[in-house]
């Protein structure tokens, strides 16, 4: 077995791997060159707490702690999310699911639709050397595109190569003590998914300690061959 299925529907494709392991990152390469919608659900709930919905001010406080948001609310924010018509071109799932009730909840809801997972794509990286990633990392505020003070600084100080706004930003849970505990949280209710997709036959694995180049050419490489 090749690990990947050949999708006869829009493709879904999962991202795993630790925090810090370059998941946004990647899930952007793959949204630019294959026209995979990236769904972030970090993202998505941390536009929840900006706009101050129920579901944020609920997601808030366990985000801040490095803790993970309730299956309840993640579920029905990709659901929804899922559901709007961008998502027929194809999807990449960037930090879902994380817990096992997530897995099956987007088993179920794949198969509402007629679809299923093509692959779950495991970014492997040494978690040691998260802290110091995470720690380090910064994005524009205005495009997404992300940063790091030792990996990838912007060529002007201060000012997007892809944008050129002046908007950088650091998350607030990218700091040492909360970036510990994200790291329990993935060893204790997301790693067991790796075994959840290996038992499917569509876990791949990619060494993500690599440059993100070399990761780049092994992740396009992996999807085209899923895609073809
Ligand atoms: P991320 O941007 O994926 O690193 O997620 C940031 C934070 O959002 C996490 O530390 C969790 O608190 C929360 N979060 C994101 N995705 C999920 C999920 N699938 N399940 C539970 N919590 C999540």
Redesign the pocket.
Same mark, same amino acid.
């Given at each position: 077995m090749d690990g990947a299925r050949k999708p006869q529907t829009p493709p879904v494709l999962i991202l795993l791997g630790p &925090?810090g392991a370059g998941k946004g990152t990647q899930a952007r390469m793959l949204e630019d060159q294959f026209g995979l919608v990236q769904l972030? $659900? %970090? /993202?998505l709930?941390r536009a929840a707490v900006a706009f101050g919905s129920k579901a944020g001010k609920a =997601?808030k406080t366990?985000?801040e702690a %490095? /803790?993970? #948001?309730s299956d309840d609310i #993640?579920i029905a924010i990709l659901r929804d999310r899922l559901a709007a018509p961008d998502c027929a071109k194809g999807v990449i799932l /960037? %930090?879902? &699911? *994380? $817990?096992t009730a997530?897995a099956e909840a987007l088993d179920q809801m794949l198969g509402e639709t007629g679809q299923q997972i093509n692959a779950a794509i495991l970014l492997e990286v040494d978690d040691v050397k998260m802290v110091v990633r995470i720690a380090g990392r910064f994005t524009c505020g205005a495009c997404g595109e992300g940063y790091h003070d030792e990996f990838k600084q912007p060529k002007t100080a201060g000012i997007c190569d892809n944008c050129g706004a002046e908007q950088m930003t650091r998350r607030a /849970?990218d700091n040492a003590k909360t970036v510990m505990s *994200?790291l329990d =949280?993935y060893h204790e209710q997301t790693a067991p998914l790796i075994t959840y997709y290996d038992d499917k036959g569509v876990l791949r694995r990619v060494d993500a300690m690599k440059d993100i180049a070399t990761i780049q050419n092994a992740l396009a490489t992996l999807t085209e061959n899923i895609m073809a």
């Open positions: &925090p972030s $659900t %970090g /993202d709930l =997601a366990v985000m %490095g /803790d993970l #948001v #993640v /960037d %930090g879902f &699911p *994380r $817990t997530q /849970d *994200r =949280a």
